[in-house]
């Protein structure tokens, strides 16, 4: 893991309780876990500086609190959660899972993706329904939303793993499995660059992105970073950052409590 990117300690917009400070910022930075394998949550610039969502966020969780905020940047989901659990960082930006919610305090959603199927054109697979039987190999990039909700659901099919999200449609095509799975904006970016493909037509999960905090930092400090997530949605910061960085595939989150 390495950390990249660094901006300079802004004022702090009111007074932060010492405590919550002390909670985030244990370096005297707030080291932010930035995971560039989903590029609705960041991708890197033209001079390769991570920029978007999840990086706007992180900045201006920095500026609340008065801080530097470095960029703690990863390739896949898997890494930014072992970043964050073992305090190489002191937030991150993650889907939602019980599995990494053992260590990890959720904010609610500020975002939610769709997770949606790959496969060939002369596939016979027309439908979600058809994907989990015995005979299908299903990609995944590993550690990813998409892995750990497909482990716990598929029944039948296969799953296979590459290294990260991105490398799932080559992975896909070099082992010549019969499903890619993952985020929509990817597989559609992907399967420009490769004639014969197709994504079907339903998406098989709705992936709620929160940010997150150790759960050892404290309940106080997880209040803290689920009322600033919920204030950045009504403010619609989030809205407009997914707009400045032209993301599509993504919508902002209802508010916390909402009916579904």
């Known amino acids: 893991m390495a950390a990249q990117g660094a901006h300079a300690a802004p004022q702090p917009v009111f007074d932060v309780p010492p405590a919550i400070r002390a909670a985030f910022l244990p370096t005297g930075k707030l080291r932010a876990s930035i995971n560039l394998g989903n590029p609705i949550l960041a991708q890197a610039g033209p001079d390769r500086h991570p920029v978007g969502v999840s990086v706007d966020l ?53 975002i939610d993706i769709e997770g949606f199927y790959l496969v060939r054109n002369d596939s016979p697979i027309t439908s979600n329904a058809q994907v989990d039987v015995l005979q299908n190999r299903v990609v995944v990039g590993k550690g990813s939303a998409y892995d750990l909700f497909l482990t716990r659901t598929l029944q039948r099919a296969t799953l296979l793993r590459s290294a990260t999200s991105p490398t799932v449609v080559a992975t896909f095509l070099r082992d010549g499995a019969e499903v890619a799975a993952g985020v929509k904006q990817q597989l559609q970016a992907d399967s420009a660059k490769h004639r014969g493909l197709r994504l079907l037509d339903q998406r098989f999960m709705v992936i709620e992105q929160a940010m997150g905090v150790p759960k050892s930092r404290g309940q106080d400090a997880a209040d803290f970073l689920a009322v600033f997530v919920e204030r950045m949605k009504a403010s619609g910061f989030v809205a407009q950052a997914l707009q400045r960085h032209h993301i599509q595939g993504a919508t902002v989150a209802a508010p916390a409590g909402a009916a579904s």
Do not use: C, M, N
Request: net charge negative; aromatic share 10%; proline share 4%.
């Open 58 to 110: 992180a900045q201006a969780f920095a500026t609340l609190l008065g801080a530097e905020l470095e960029l703690v940047v990863v390739q896949a989901a898997g890494k930014s959660v072992e970043g964050v659990l073992a305090e190489r960082a002191d937030i991150g930006f993650f889907a939602v899972d019980p599995l990494r919610g053992e260590g990890i305090a959720f904010s609610a959603p500020y």
